[in-house]
């Protein structure tokens, strides 16, 4: 015996997988590269275009520094600003005091940059970017953009299951009321 799937089925199908790919796109793109220990990082500067270009989320692991060599993309804190991360490219390494350090240049900056990044400094290697998911994902540390992209598909979601649980909660009582005529009506 094969169950026929009807339109209104396959639409409420459709509308769940619409509501629920959202939410689960961002989870994905959240959690599983810090399951990976990959760290995220939006590109707020164009110093790297166009290989990896503003807007663009980085994607970076932890890295051994004594295996950086000349021509990887390194993310570094910046010895000019502590608190700012960049991402430039390896021109040289360069021995500095017991260690060595990195001689660093965004692709689209004209002078590599003044100062020589200390081992310590680096956080990691980029291994990939995806272009623009960075304003996508500044976006929604706004408060409209929470709303938008989290709360109103989580909301939707919510209310067409509502919806549906009230429709099966009707039709059962419809069904059991049905049933229970035609039993008074044979018996």
């Keep these: 015996m094969h169950r026929r799937i009807l339109p209104t089925q396959l639409l ?14 961002l989870l994905l793109v959240l959690l599983a590269p810090r399951w990976l220990g990959l760290e995220l990082l939006s590109v707020a500067s164009g110093s790297m275009g166009p290989t990896i270009p503003l807007g663009a989320v980085v994607f970076v692991q932890s890295v051994d520094t004594d295996t950086i060599l000349p021509g990887e993309i390194i993310t570094f804190r910046s010895p000019e600003a502590p608190d700012e991360v960049v991402t430039h490219r ?4 360069v021995p500095q005091g017991e260690g060595h350090a990195f001689r660093t240049k965004g692709d689209a900056n004209p002078e590599p940059d003044l100062y020589a990044v200390p081992a310590a400094d680096v956080t990691g290697r980029a291994v990939f970017h995806l272009p623009y998911l960075g304003f996508l994902a500044q976006y929604v540390r706004t408060r409209q953009g929470w709303l938008a992209l989290v709360v109103a598909p989580a909301l939707a979601l919510v209310l067409f299951e509502l919806a549906n649980i009230l429709r099966l909660i009707w039709m059962g009582d419809k069904t059991t009321q049905e049933s229970a005529h035609k039993r008074q009506s044979t018996g």
């Excluded at 509308?15 to 796109?25: G, H, K």
């Excluded at 390896?90 to 390494?93: A, D, K, M, P, S």
């Design 90 to 93: 390896v021109l040289e390494v």
């Design 12 to 25: 409420r199908w459709a509308i769940n997988a619409l509501l629920i790919s959202p939410l689960l796109s």
